[in-house]
């Protein structure tokens, strides 16, 4: 099992420039142009830089920021990298980046915003987030990044409606960016089972997170969930993401992020299995760290075949009052429901 940071640093000297309109607005177009291409000169030079301390420190994947080009796909100040530099400078430098990750054997993903939304039923809303994939795709080309990760969205008009929406957006993306899609399961509206129909019929791999599993379940146990997304990988390397809630899984949302991995939170099975988990966590590489060091310590130990102290339960607290479909599959989901005690 390999872990994977998510988009940047918080002590490392390792750190990603943005801008915003409001700042671009102020600046002439030539100017604008030359701020907005040294913004992107740092970034690639950065983005570098993260992917060699992956791997000097074994973490075997990196998610790329969205802004790494800021303004790219914005209605007045947008441009593309031709019209940045045409000297085909910054192609170069993106694609060294992508010299460095094979190197190290760091694998490179997107996970685009939530405002891309390919099943919306608003046509300007697709139509934005078709732009805003197929910049992501432009740059994931380059940098040699596998994929670009999206939620199902919104259930405008019931699921099975808005999942054909999503089916056609998907139709309507550039070869470059449909074969870099994946889907993942969200922690309000689509679980596992949601997702796998169309991702078995549109050949599309989901990415499996065991949070957002825990606070939206479904009939799967995290084991069986992970393996049905696991197949949908065919012979590549199974992505899945990871997290622990803020507070503890009885805090008043335990949708949120905590700073570091509660060891629980792992489902056992994960160790050992040919799988990339992207760890979402507020402490960025320290979690990951973190983390590692306890994964080498089970491995070693006598303790390595154990499940860790405070397990999850059958039940996940905070749905005490939920129907009774949600307890009857408690039975079978007791490694997919969260802990009973704070993290």
Request: glycine share 8%.
């Amino acid at each position: 099992m390999r872990l994977g940071l998510c988009c940047g640093f918080v002590g490392q000297p390792i750190h990603f420039r943005t801008t915003t309109a409001r700042h671009a607005a102020t600046l002439a177009p030539k100017p604008r142009r030359a701020f907005l291409l040294q913004i992107a000169r740092d970034n690639a030079a950065t983005l570098a830089r993260g992917v060699d301390w992956c791997a000097a420190h074994g973490v075997g994947a990196f998610r790329v920021t969205s802004e790494l080009l800021p303004l790219y796909t914005h209605p007045r100040f947008g441009y593309t990298l031709d019209a940045l530099d045409p000297t085909g400078a910054l192609h170069e430098a993106f694609g060294a980046v992508a010299a460095h990750a094979c190197r190290g054997e760091v694998r490179l993903s997107f996970h685009p915003d939530q405002f891309v939304v390919l099943g919306s039923a608003r046509p300007e809303v697709v139509a934005g987030s078709i732009a805003e994939l197929e910049y992501q795709a432009t740059i994931a080309a380059l940098i040699g990044a596998e994929q670009l990760t999206i939620h199902g969205g919104g259930a405008v008009g019931g699921k099975p409606a808005a999942l054909d929406r999503l089916a056609r957006g998907l139709d309507r993306l550039s070869e470059g960016a449909r074969v870099r899609i994946a889907l993942e399961n969200d922690d309000r509206i689509y679980t596992v089972e949601d997702l796998l129909p169309l991702c078995r019929r549109a050949r599309v791999p989901l990415v499996y997170d065991v949070h957002h599993h825990r606070c939206n379940p479904d009939g799967l146990d995290a084991g069986d969930a992970l393996d049905a997304a696991a197949a949908t990988w065919g012979r590549r390397e199974p992505w899945a993401h990871l997290s622990s809630p803020l507070g503890g899984w009885r805090a008043p949302n335990p949708r949120l992020h905590a700073d570091f991995i509660a060891p629980r939170d792992l489902p056992p099975s994960w160790l050992g299995r040919r799988l990339t988990v992207d760890v979402e966590a507020k402490a960025k590489e320290r979690a990951v760290l973190r983390l590692k060091r306890w994964i080498a310590q089970q491995a070693s130990g006598p303790r390595a075949a154990r499940r860790p102290r405070g397990a999850p339960p059958a039940t996940p607290p905070g749905r005490r009052g939920s129907a009774a479909p949600a307890r009857r599959r408690s039975r079978a989901r007791s490694s997919a429901t969260p802990p009973a005690r704070a993290s």
